[in-house]
């Protein structure tokens, strides 16, 4: 039962447009959520996170936003680079017990 | 300080085999979770111990299991492997359980190839 989404399993984009991954959830239990980033050969490391308190949170070019009534969780890159082009994951959590993972959206930026 | 740390890289087993993989977390991180990626399955959570003690388990057969040692090293161990059972799998270690809202710092995982 995957109770984290993300049902684009790839999305391409030309360089200095925006990039948006989506993400969906099913329990309404989660309160904090991460977005990963992954290159091949190398484990996932952190991008940006939100707490179920906030909608919004921006850090440089990335910007994640949370909509708690849909269950949706999406991250904006702006200006999309080439060196962007990784798996991004997003991950839910619930009170701190152990984070859930949808199956990744591999994204390509088009020089 | 250095990052969690994954040993071997690389592991190619035959089926029936067992498989034994180690994790060394940050210095100072207590907890341990394990993950399995797979193609379309994303990343699946295995278990996660803290203070060396499993304190969640996902939802995989009792082949798959796991411990940690008082330096909060971690192991996991796969008995009687099967082809399905081929996949990265990613240690994540973390200061607080369940990864608090600080997430995981990842490993760069253990590709295993069951033939």
């Known amino acids: 039962d995957q109770q984290v989404k993300q049902n684009s399993p790839s999305l391409s984009v030309q360089e200095g447009r925006i990039s948006i991954l989506n993400c969906d959830y099913t329990?309404?239990?989660?309160?904090?959520f991460l977005w990963y980033k992954k290159y091949p050969a190398e484990g996932p490391t952190f991008l940006i996170s939100?707490?179920?308190?906030?909608d919004k949170n921006e850090d440089g070019r990335f910007t994640v936003f949370l909509n708690k009534s849909a269950k949706h969780l999406s991250l904006h890159i702006v200006p999309s680079q080439p060196g962007d082009s990784a798996v991004y994951f997003c991950?839910?959590?619930?009170?701190?017990?152990?984070?859930?993972f949808g199956t990744g959206t591999s994204l390509t930026v088009i020089p | 300080k250095a990052g969690v740390t994954q040993t071997p890289r690389y592991l190619i087993k035959t089926r029936g085999q067992q498989v034994t993989l180690s994790c060394s977390p940050i210095?100072?991180?207590?907890?341990v979770s394990w993950y399995q990626q797979t193609p379309g399955q994303g990343l699946q959570f295995l278990f996660e111990?803290?203070?060396?003690?499993?304190?969640n388990k996902g939802n995989f057969p009792g082949r798959f299991s796991g411990r940690q040692f008082s330096n909060s090293r971690s192991e996991m161990n796969v008995s009687t492997l099967e082809l399905g059972d081929s996949a990265l799998y990613l240690c994540?270690?973390?200061?607080?359980?369940?990864?608090?809202?600080?997430?995981?710092?990842f490993g760069s995982g253990t590709r295993l190839t069951v033939v």
């Open positions: 111990y803290f203070s060396e003690t499993q304190r």
């Open positions: 939100i707490s179920s308190i906030k």
């Open positions: 329990n309404s239990m989660f309160d904090y």
């Open positions: 210095s100072g991180h207590r907890s």
């Open positions: 991950a839910a959590s619930a009170i701190s017990n152990q984070f859930y």
């Open positions: 994540a270690s973390s200061f607080r359980p369940g990864g608090g809202t600080y997430g995981y710092t």
